[in-house]
């Protein structure tokens, strides 16, 4: 019984320095902020309160959700997903995104088809629909509200060593719509996991969950 002891407690102690490793040489951890505006662009993939890993090694690439210095703000943050790298051809009409000529667009519905936000301009409890979108070699959740868009087109081209981001929420966002292409320097931590939900570890829904 005392062998098993020491065993055990040697495990645990193995196990602690290993993960103190990696958290030193692959991870992050981050609480997403609860500012209305971030909150709600993240919606319905994150939420602000969130606590979160980051893997900071690697190159994010298309598809994947980075969490990038803010343009407007460098004590701040955005969050964002990679639709545009270096030489690609974005083009935004209301909810339609085209990259390249192809079209990325909800494939089918969530799960969970309705999540809520606040708005981050009145603060009013928003209901979003949710879509599948199937883009570089995975999926994600997209995000709209139920209100009716505007018409209006964002279009670039993504120079050299940049990248263009848009929100998971597609109607309230904070992406490259507003503030252009971002370095892709500033973008290297990938948002990969959540630990658990700003709800707290009773909210079994948003705990523990790879980040898509």
């Not at 062998?3 to 645990?12: I, N």
């Not at 490793?21 to 969130?50: E, N």
């Amino acid at each position: 019984m005392q062998k098993f002891g020491k065993a055990l407690g040697y495990t645990v102690l193995a196990l602690v320095v290993v993960f103190g490793l990696l958290r030193v040489l692959l991870f992050k951890t981050w609480a997403v902020p609860t500012t209305l505006r971030l909150s709600a662009s993240v919606a319905p993939t994150l939420d602000g309160g969130d606590f979160v890993l980051l893997l900071t090694r690697g190159t994010p690439g298309f598809g994947d959700l980075v969490r990038c210095k803010d343009p407007e703000d460098p004590t701040q943050y955005v969050v964002g997903r990679i639709i545009g790298v270096e030489g690609d051809s974005i083009e935004i009409t209301a909810r339609s995104v085209l990259v390249n000529g192809k079209r990325y667009n909800p494939v089918q519905a969530c799960p969970t088809r309705k999540y809520q936000t606040l708005h981050p301009n009145t603060e009013a409890e928003v209901e979003l629909e949710c879509g599948v979108v199937e883009m570089g070699g995975g999926w994600h959740y997209r995000g709209q509200t139920k209100s009716k868009t505007s018409p209006s087109t964002f279009k670039a081209e993504v120079g050299e060593g940049m990248v263009y981001l848009l929100s998971d929420n597609i109607d309230l966002y904070d992406d490259s719509r507003e503030f252009g292409t971002l370095e892709r320097a500033t973008c290297k931590e990938r948002v990969v996991f959540r630990f658990v939900g700003k709800n707290g570890w009773g909210d079994e829904d948003a705990r523990m969950m790879v980040i898509r």
